[in-house]
């Protein structure tokens, strides 16, 4: 894996300077934003990742006013109240999404997030708590405990809600590769900790967030 110094240099060639490089970077919420943010909140957002995932994104935003209305503002205590028959009626409604599978994820997903706020006190204080040197662990366990969040689901959650995470896409996998962290997309444990190990050092030698330097990778992919 090469250095910071080396990415730093080719991603301030391809900007063209400093301000350039630094105005296309995302900057993380820090914990005590995360921790502001309620559990429905946790919940919209996981709900809306859950909807966006192969669908265009601005389609499921347009019809997101309608999801808060009838899923009561995403109140993770009101929505595991909601049986299957109050979920197989919203396939009815023209004002929403209607993909069973999807619908019927909110309540189980609501049930998770009481349950972390059961064991940790809120879903903010799990998610701010949990370090970025282990990122990928969270994004096992969302996906592991989580409903309809496989794939590249729980690291784009993340990153929506603002905790600062690396993103495998296609353009960061091929840096990886490039550099002989991986062979292929990362999914098996092995490849994930090598994943992790590439930007725990990157992020060791240069302070910089995890979303900061997915995005820098990014840029070294020649298209």
């Known amino acids: 894996m090469r250095n910071y110094a080396w990415l730093e240099a080719y991603c301030l060639n391809r900007f063209g300077s400093r301000a350039a490089m630094e105005a296309r970077l995302p900057v993380p919420r820090n914990a005590a934003e995360l921790l502001a943010l309620g559990d429905d909140r946790y919940l919209s957002t996981l709900a809306l990742r859950v909807f966006r995932a192969g669908l265009k994104h601005s389609l499921v935003d347009a019809k997101w006013p309608a999801f808060e209305e009838v899923f009561f503002g995403f109140d993770p205590e009101k929505v595991t109240l909601m049986g299957a028959e109050h979920i197989e009626r ?78 495998p896409t296609e353009d960061v996998v091929a840096a990886l590769k490039s550099q002989g962290v991986v062979d292929k997309a990362p999914t098996s444990q092995r490849d994930l900790a090598a994943v992790q190990e590439a930007f725990n050092q990157l992020h060791s030698e240069s302070g910089r967030p995890f979303c900061q330097l997915s995005v820098m990778l990014a840029q070294t992919v020649n298209h």
Do not use: C
Not at 105 to 113: E, G, K, T
Not at 118 to 147: C, Y
Not at 148 to 156: D, F, I
């Open 90 to 167: 919203m396939m009815q409604d023209t004002r929403l999404i209607r993909h069973l599978g999807k619908l019927r994820s909110v309540p189980r997903n609501a049930q998770l997030i009481l349950d972390i706020r059961e064991q940790h006190g809120s879903m903010g204080r799990f998610i701010s708590d949990w370090p970025v040197t282990d990122i990928t662990g969270l994004w096992r366990l969302l996906a592991k405990r989580g409903n309809q969040m496989g794939g590249l689901s729980a690291p784009r959650y993340l990153r929506m809600l603002g905790k600062d995470s690396f993103v």
